[in-house]
């Protein structure tokens, strides 16, 4: 997770005494634009805009709790990777943060390609009408109807994971008189400083063909026999939520050492790198990502010394950054309910969602941060722990944060950089009603995503 991602203690706190956190230096009612997406701000009453658009008009409109995009920042991201990359390589966003048929119609008039690893994201791309050949598709264990399906739509790329898949995607092109361009997805070894859950590039997981012992070269030898296949590259997605460049760093090397293999052995240049996803986004103040240009650049540098170094012409980079676009564009709005103080501990805080809209914090130990949005207030700072209303004392949001002491049942309070793998990972767990995804943008707001219903939840339950 975060660098911060096993909490020494709440953000803001100075120093842990007794058994209780000071209070935070920063002002409270400052909106750290580190962790808030561009255009939240807040009004002249001291209540959250996004977008031009008050919290209470968006709490009265769509209800709580729910997750605000604001679609001028996610669309100035995407513009801003790929001109950081320009057109010599190309941006593909991984779906998996989070999709749907706006994102992908956004997606495609900024410019960027499309990862999708799923037949259910795939369905959602073309039904959006992201032109196939800008569509990439990955996955350890895509079945054989996925892999029909997106052979046929004809997806610009297959990432292969696995021997079985190189012969399973072959065999299926070949049926259909097609050639597939793929990429092989190798393991390169290393070990990415996030949570091991979301680490791939090491060699003990399910992802990829390792390139230990040969074993990516034996995949290159295979790929490059088949008819139905044309081998444009490899791909290596290290991990999530990676601020450290110097495993890209290694990543990119090993990789470039096996393009040197493959033109030694084969006589063959691979045209196509890919690099995969995972930059780091700021969850709280304590997160310093790097812009886009800078990673391009630090990327492309790389890539072309390494090149120069093994003799090689440089490949076409690829990247797949996920929640670097679409991560810091959104906040959760929830309403205040239930708080108990517990004496000498901290204040709990609970919700109207939790874990089944924010499954992160119970799963990675990520943090957040959270801010009371409906209003300013000058009370003195309270510790709290922001938690859901789930059946579960792991339900929590926010960990520790401090909120002002006044908070009361009511008000609203938001939680920022909430736009990756929340939604996409939310659950009906206990029954909840996945929250609706609201797209705001100058002064408009719209539904994307609609709020699940009871009678969503009843049509799928055949009695
Ligand atoms: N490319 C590949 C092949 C991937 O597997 C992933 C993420 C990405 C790109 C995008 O990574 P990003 O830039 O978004 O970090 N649920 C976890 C993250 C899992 C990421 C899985 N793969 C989380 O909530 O942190």
Request: aromatic share 6%; proline share 4%.
């Amino acid at each position: 997770m975060s660098r911060s991602a096993h909490p020494a203690g709440p953000r803001h706190a100075d120093v842990l005494t007794e058994g209780h956190y000071t209070a935070p230096a920063a002002d409270l009612n400052v909106l750290d634009e580190k962790v808030w997406s561009r255009t939240v701000s807040r009004d002249a009453d001291g209540a959250l805009t996004v977008g031009g658009i008050g919290v209470a008009r968006l709490a009265e409109e769509f209800g709580t709790p729910a997750y605000f995009l604001d679609e001028s920042d996610f669309r100035a991201r995407c513009r801003a990777w790929a001109d950081a990359f320009g057109p010599g390589a190309d941006v593909f966003y991984a779906g998996k943060a989070f999709l749907s048929r706006a994102v992908v119609r956004w997606l495609k008039e900024e410019g960027l390609n499309l990862d999708v690893c799923s037949g259910g994201e795939l369905a959602t791309a073309l039904d959006a009408g992201m032109p196939a050949e800008r569509i990439a598709f990955h996955g350890n264990n895509k079945t054989v109807a996925e892999i029909e399906r997106a052979v046929e739509a004809g997806v610009g790329r297959i990432v292969l994971d696995s021997f079985q898949e190189i012969v399973r995607v072959a065999h299926i092109a070949q049926q259909r008189g097609v050639r597939q361009r793929v990429q092989i997805r190798v393991t390169v070894g290393v070990e990415a400083h996030t949570h091991e859950f979301i680490a791939t590039a090491h060699e003990d997981q399910k992802f990829g063909i390792a390139l230990a012992g040969g074993q990516a070269a034996e995949a290159v030898r295979r790929a490059l026999t088949l008819d139905g296949l044309e081998l444009i590259g490899i791909h290596s997605h290290i991990g999530s939520q990676i601020f450290d460049m110097a495993g890209f760093e290694v990543s990119a090397r090993r990789v470039v050492q096996l393009l040197a293999e493959v033109r030694d052995e084969h006589g063959v240049e691979l045209p196509e790198i890919d690099l995969g996803g995972g930059l780091g986004i700021a969850y709280t103040s304590e997160d310093d990502p790097r812009e886009p240009h800078e990673i391009a650049k630090a990327l492309s540098d790389i890539v072309t010394r390494e090149c120069e170094a093994a003799n090689l012409n440089t490949p076409r980079i690829s990247v797949e950054p996920g929640r670097a676009i679409v991560g810091p564009t959104a906040f959760t709005l929830y309403e205040v309910g239930t708080i108990k103080p517990l004496e000498g501990l901290r204040t709990y805080v609970s919700v109207d969602g939790g874990m089944s809209d924010n499954i992160r914090t119970a799963l990675y130990d990520a943090e957040y941060s959270v801010a009371l949005v409906s209003r300013t207030s000058d009370a003195e700072p309270m510790l709290v722990r922001v938690v859901g209303k789930h059946c579960e004392s792991g339900d929590i949001v926010v960990k520790d944060a401090f909120l002002p002491a006044d908070l009361a049942p009511g008000d609203l309070i938001a939680v920022p950089a909430t736009g990756a793998y929340c939604r996409s990972m939310a659950s009906n767990y206990n029954h909840a009603l996945r929250p609706p995804v609201v797209a705001v943008r100058d002064g408009g707001a719209r539904v994307i995503v609609r709020r699940e219903t009871e009678e969503d939840l009843l049509r799928l339950d055949v009695g």
